[in-house]
């Protein structure tokens, strides 16, 4: 519930700042190509993608890939957004411990994800059973991967954010209100990935509890 009502809240906050143009008059595709040129990188390409809020860089083709109204527009939404996920691939050309660590984890994280939606059915299915230990024990593993991931996403995502709106200001590329409303909208963005890692962390304590109050039985 409270990671839907962020999820609306950060949708809402797009759609207001992606109606307040910047004064600069740049999309969020010359953003992102100013930024990655600042920082020396010439090997990371923009592209344009589909959907809202589907933007994100790939470490592994190292594309930042923005969502349409982010790669066209020319809004508050759009600088931030851009420079947010251009952050991410300054993280990588600095070799940035976090994203490492997160980047190392992902096909784990794949994997265990693509097995909680028939374990937790299983689980949830034998409580009681003789023989629910051992699905009862893996689906806790697969939960405290996902619940370490987010966990160690919180770090990447503030300090892209960190790194676009230190930028943005140096660049001169927003100004004043535009500023804080680009603030505004990425401590927006970040909090989801709170609310993902509370998430995670309540899923684990409940199979953690379940796990350990039923070996003790």
């Known amino acids: 519930m409270v990671g839907f009502i962020i999820s609306q809240k950060l949708k809402n906050k797009f759609r207001h700042y992606s ?5 600069s008059g740049l999309s969020g595709r010359e953003i992102a190509e100013n930024m990655l040129k600042y920082y020396g990188i010439h090997d990371v390409r923009i592209e344009e993608g589909h ?8 470490p592994m083709s190292k594309v930042v890939n923005l969502s349409p ?4 527009g020319r809004t508050i939404a759009a600088a931030a957004v851009a420079a947010h996920e251009c952050g991410h691939a300054v993280q990588h050309n600095q070799a940035y411990a976090w994203l490492t660590m997160r980047s190392a984890v992902v096909p784990i994280v794949n994997i265990a994800s693509s097995l909680q939606q028939w374990l937790l059915m299983l689980a949830l299915g034998l409580f009681g059973s003789g023989g629910n230990q051992t699905i009862l024990f ?9 619940a370490v991931f987010s966990l160690v996403t919180l770090p990447v995502e503030f300090d892209a954010s960190k790194r676009a709106l230190v930028w943005l200001n140096h660049s001169g590329i927003t100004h004043g209100a535009e500023q804080e409303g680009a603030k505004d909208a990425l401590w927006w963005a970040a909090m989801t990935y709170v609310s993902a890692a509370f998430s995670a962390l309540v899923m684990l304590l409940y199979f953690a509890l379940r ?3 039923s070996s003790n039985d």
Not at 19 to 23: N, P, S, T, Y
Not at 69 to 72: G, L, S, T
Not at 138 to 146: H, N, W, Y
């Open 19 to 23: 109606q307040i143009g910047i004064r």
């Open 51 to 58: 959907g809202m809020l589907t933007d994100h860089y790939n």
């Open 69 to 72: 109204d982010v790669f066209n």
């Open 138 to 146: 893996i689906t806790m593993l697969t939960f405290l991967v996902t």
């Open 211 to 213: 796990f350990f109050g």
